[in-house]
């Protein structure tokens, strides 16, 4: 599985936070994208960037950064094709992305999300928590992709699909399934308060 392509999707315009890029705010001293790449790194190949606007702000972290190859930031499903488009590229046959905004996600994600493909038999796997009342809540912008679909995909953008999930229930999409345990893996930070309880997991987790 360490030869899967890891795509960071960080097309996103931060709006709750003001704008900007909120993966770059610092995060006990470090940027969050930077909590995100060392979280990745181990669990995949090569890695990509998906963000929008002057690759330089990111020359830092030593990633390709590859824009959203869709006009008017279609949202995080334009990420994804991207980074299909850039695997095909690469001659791989799938991608698995993350959010960059979430810096806590499981340490086990590539492992689950294709152990759960596999399983099921599904071209695409999305992780999931379990909340109360046994409730799954999927967390689609963690995904395992096949780059067979982006032909399908980039027709599906072109007509106007937005929601990922309303995308991948066309296709079928297994469920790779994590305990929420003392935090919720999938934290993502949308707000400064958002930032404030990062610092307060971190600390914690210290």
Known sequence: MADIPGVI??????????????????????????????RLRPQVGPMLLNANGDPKRFE???LPVLPDTLPDH?????GVLAGLDW?????????VTVAADTPFFPVDLVRKLSDAAQ????????????????????????????VSLRGELRAALEDGVRKIVAWTDTHGAASALFQ?????????????EDMVEAETILREEA
């Open 9 to 38: 999707l960080a097309g996103g315009l931060s709006r709750r936070m003001g704008g900007g890029d909120k993966t770059l705010l610092p995060l006990n001293g470090r940027s969050v994208l930077t909590h995100v790449i060392e």
């Open 180 to 192: 929420p345990g003392r935090i919720d893996p999938f934290f993502n930070i949308n707000t400064a």
């Open 74 to 78: 279609p949202g995080p499903l334009a």
């Open 60 to 62: 830092a972290f030593g």
């Open 119 to 146: 399983r099921e038999a599904k071209p695409i796997a999305l992780a999931a928590t379990l909340g109360d009342r046994g409730k799954v809540w999927r967390h689609p912008t963690f995904g395992l992709w096949p």
């Open 87 to 95: 695997a095909q590229a690469q001659g791989a046959s799938q991608i």
